[in-house]
Nanobody, 120 residues
């Protein structure tokens, strides 16, 4: 199984920046896709950005040109650099990993979430 631990959330003014980190640990064969999701109060969880083990990225339209996802495969870590933050970016941000277990069975894991609050 994979355990994910996020860090880097906090309170920032509109226009500011934050960098989220997520470290994966545990027993697994390979982590395929890692991603960041967010959930604002009263809303459904949504994909923010994802990155494959080869470095291909995908972004929600609302964060394109402001957020950058990156990954260090050697450290099993994924990052989310968030610039030009807006109040509507306020949410709990969750890390997700799509991985192959030791038995080569596909599975996914979620972190506990980190709060990002952007004040106007």
């Amino acid at each position: 199984q994979v355990q994910l631990v996020e860090s880097g959330g906090g309170l920032v003014q509109a226009g500011g920046s934050l960098r989220l980190s997520c470290v994966a640990s545990g027993m697994f064969f390979r982590i395929n896709v890692m991603g960041w999701y967010r959930q604002a109060p009263g809303k459904q969880r949504e994909l923010v950005a994802s990155i494959t083990s080869g470095g291909s990225t995908n972004y929600a339209d609302s964060v394109k040109d402001r957020f950058t996802i990156s990954r260090d495969n050697a450290k099993n870590t994924v990052y989310l650099q968030m610039n030009s933050l807006k109040p509507e970016d306020t949410a709990v941000y969750y890390c997700n990993a799509d991985f192959l277990g030791l038995g080569l069975r596909k599975n996914d894991a979620w972190g506990q979430g980190t709060q990002v609050t952007v004040s106007s």
